[in-house]
């Protein structure tokens, strides 16, 4: 990382429980501007928990939430579920994928503008109107998700119903819907889940270009540790919903506690999913 | 055709008599037993046990034709799309043609020379109905928000009209824009309470609101004379000229100023064309909005909530415009309504008429605007036709729903249509 390290998300004392369970306990971490941060752990440590938190979805039982927004501290726990991503420029991926099937994709990516886009028909009235200050944001929309488009590889695809994509373009647009928000920070759960070997290199690339050009702050969820490895500035390590481990990947692959927690004393049978990243995991430990 | 070996053959028959088993266990009681009185109050029995074996009979053809029916029709080569599906794929790859067809059609329908009395009526009423099907088709075709109380707003907007009408002395053009403000409002104050609901849930309640509205009507006398409805109800009229034999002093009618010799199909005609424009104005708005981000809002919210919020869409302000703008539309067709009968009651509102504007909807093909057209004139003049065997009208009305569900389960013309298309990015030479 070249130059000053600038927080973005600075997340303090996080805890969520459910009745009894405790699914994040007292979670303390700072994501930065273009940086990725990745958040790892085994299946139920409490990582898609985290982002739901994030955003909206849950109200956390304690903790703060703050995105630093130039001088402007916006506390993500005090807001209105669609407002963090409105206001504090929060966009998110979802395990699994969830994308408006029936629209077509370019659909999809107009939709992502539709707060731009409402403020410029002025509430639908120079829209039906067919007003020219209309016409030039729809324009301007549209222009954006061709950028991505292209970006994505997708443009081949635009006119098609998002529902009829295969997998990997699937998850592709939903990275790209996202981005059309024009977010500050960009959350991504699992994006290489299903994804095929080249794919998830195509990802990496991907990634770490949005990261350079676009200046924004990537948050993290993956269990692919090619990916997570590759690319992550940060790492931070959950189990439990506790925080074991915070550092880069060089720090995160010798941390005996991260260590212990992915290959020894399972308290619960591992599935059969969580097996393969255990391996995977410990692969790429001793051989790097 | 081949002759299925034997498996399927035994399979066949099998299974046909399975079913004439459990017709046979049916039919015992229910058609072979029959009590009957015996005289002192006491029964008797009789037994049918040959009704009994004709029913079995029967069952057992019945299944074994519809099994080797439907084992015919799968050997056929899979490209032959059934009939239903390749008329309606005919029907989209023409749609522009058709829209102009079916629009030429409705404009000249008045002075067609089969046309009649009551034949403008009938047109007259499927376009009320086309209307409430394009209004209640952004509510549950756009935004997928069940809502099985629409009647509720047509009401409203009927019930505004004859009380602005007789309290105020509005006449019809000036309470037009008020009943559909009014009926919005009505929209906004159903919307609220059934933010957090979907689906199922979302049915019941708007089915209580509908419900709520007519029970209102019927038992708040004193406003809305109960039972008895308000009647007297003033007629359009053709910017300010009434249709009527003898104008009111100091006014002329229609027919004078026209120079023509009084008729009442005048009224007739200028009611059927008002609804027109009504309908066509609904559906030039929803084609319209539909390009718009509240449209595009809308859809996304029948696609996935959860995604919407994510992507900062405050889905109440989506929620509560589509039932906003829905109600908006049934509330001018209330108004067009009670300007049409001069006479509104609690019983034109009940719940077959929201149960019959969803069918329209839903067969249609949701979200589909020519589906709704079609839908409306089959479920209207369907039972005109049914005249000469009306006990069993609402009969084969079900079982032509049952039917078409089966078949075309999205609807007759379910298709959407995408609301924009990405052009080709212009070449270098040109932008410059």
């Known amino acids: 990382m070249s130059g000053e390290r600038v927080p973005l998300l600075k997340i303090e004392h996080l805890t969520m429980r459910f009745d ?34 994030l955003t909206g979805f849950y109200k956390p039982s304690a903790g703060r939430l703050a995105m630093l927004a130039g001088d402007e501290t916006l506390l993500l726990e005090r807001m209105e579920g669609f407002r963090i991503a409105s206001d504090a420029g929060m966009a998110r991926t979802f395990q699994n994928v969830r994308l408006f099937a029936g629209m077509t994709v370019l659909e999809n990516l107009i939709v992502a503008q539709h707060n731009a886009l409402m403020a410029a028909s002025l509430f639908s009235i120079a829209g039906l109107l067919g007003l020219p200050r209309y016409r030039a944001a729809e324009r301007a929309a549209i222009e954006r998700a061709r950028h991505w488009l292209d970006r994505l590889g997708l443009i081949a695809r635009a006119d098609w119903v998002a529902g009829a994509l295969p997998y990997g373009d699937q998850r592709r647009l939903e990275i790209a819907r996202a981005l059309c928000t024009g977010p500050r920070l960009l959350c991504l759960d699992e994006p290489a889940a299903g994804l095929n070997p080249r794919e ?16 924004i702050g990537i948050l993290l969820i993956e269990h692919d540790m090619s990916v997570v490895m590759g690319i992550s500035d940060q790492i931070v390590v959950l189990d439990h919903g506790r925080k074991i481990a915070d550092g880069t990947a060089a720090e995160i692959r010798a941390d005996p506690k991260v260590i212990k927690a992915y290959l020894g004393e399972e308290e619960e049978a591992p599935l059969p999913a969580e097996t393969e990243a255990h391996i995977g995991f410990s692969r790429t430990g001793n051989t790097c | 055709m081949a002759v299925p070996p034997a498996g399927p053959w035994s399979g066949l028959v099998r299974d046909a008599l399975v079913a004439a ?45 519809y099994r080797l029916l439907r084992q015919l029709y799968r050997e056929r080569p899979p490209s032959a799309a059934p009939p239903l599906a390749r008329i309606a794929a005919w029907g989209n790859r023409r749609a522009a043609a058709i829209t102009l067809v079916g629009l030429g059609f409705a404009l000249a329908l008045p002075f067609l020379p089969m046309s009649s009395r009551y034949l403008i009526d009938l047109g007259t009423t499927v376009l009320i109905y086309v209307m409430l099907g394009w209004g209640l088709n952004i509510v549950v075709g756009l935004a997928g928000l069940l809502d099985l109380g629409y009647v509720a707003f047509y009401a409203v907007g009927a019930y505004t009209f004859a009380l602005l009408a007789h309290n105020l002395g509005f006449t019809f053009w000036e309470a037009l824009p008020l009943t559909g403000l009014v009926a919005a409002s009505f929209g906004i104050i159903l919307g609220f309470p059934v933010l957090r609901l979907r689906g199922d849930y979302l049915a019941i309640v708007t089915l209580g609101f509908g419900e709520i509205i007519r029970i209102v009507l019927l038992n708040w006398s004193a406003m809305t ?6 009647s007297e109800i003033p007629r359009p009229t053709f910017f300010s000229l009434p249709f009527a034999r003898n104008a009111p002093e100091g006014t002329t009618s229609f027919a004078q100023f026209f120079g023509l010799d009084f008729s009442p199909d005048h009224r007739v005609i200028f009611l059927y064309y008002v609804i027109l424009a009504l ?140 609301s924009l298309h990405l052009e080709p990015r212009p070449t270098a030479a040109q932008s410059r």
């Open chain 2, 279 to 418: 309908a066509l104005v609904t559906n030039w708005f929803t084609l319209r909005i539909r390009r718009l981000p509240v449209g595009r809002a809308w859809e996304a919210l029948r696609e996935d909530e959860i995604a919407c919020r994510a992507l900062g869409i405050n889905p109440t302000n989506v929620k509560l415009s589509a039932f906003a703008i829905g109600a908006m539309f049934g509330g001018f067709a209330g108004a067009f309504f009670a300007t049409r009968q001069g006479f509104i009651s609690p019983e034109s509102f009940t719940f077959m008429e929201s149960a019959t504007i969803l069918a329209i909807v839903v067969l249609g093909g949701m979200g589909s605007q020519m589906g709704v057209v079609l839908a409306a004139i089959l479920l209207v003049t369907a039972p005109e036709f049914g005249r000469a065997f009306a006990e069993f009208r609402m009969l084969v009305f079900g079982a032509a729903m049952v039917a078409i569900m089966v078949w075309r389960p999205g609807g007759l013309l379910a298709r959407r249509e995408p």
């Open chain 1, 20 to 53: 009894g369970l405790v699914a994040v306990d007292d979670l303390s971490f700072t994501a930065y501007r273009r940086e990725i941060t990745a958040i790892i752990g085994p299946n139920g440590a409490g990582k898609t928990t985290v982002f739901n938190c």
């Open chain 2, 21 to 65: 088993l459990v017709a046979g266990l049916l039919a015992l009681p229910f058609v072979g037993l029959e009590t009957y009185d015996i005289g002192g109050g006491a029964l008797g029995i009789r037994t049918h046990f040959d009704r009994v074996a004709i029913a079995i009979a029967a069952v057992f053809a019945g299944r074994f034709l």
């Open chain 1, 200 to 215: 998830s290199a195509e990802l990496n690339t991907l990634l770490l270009g949005i990261r350079d050009d676009e200046g």
């Open chain 2, 225 to 230: 004379g109960g039972p008895n409805g308000i």
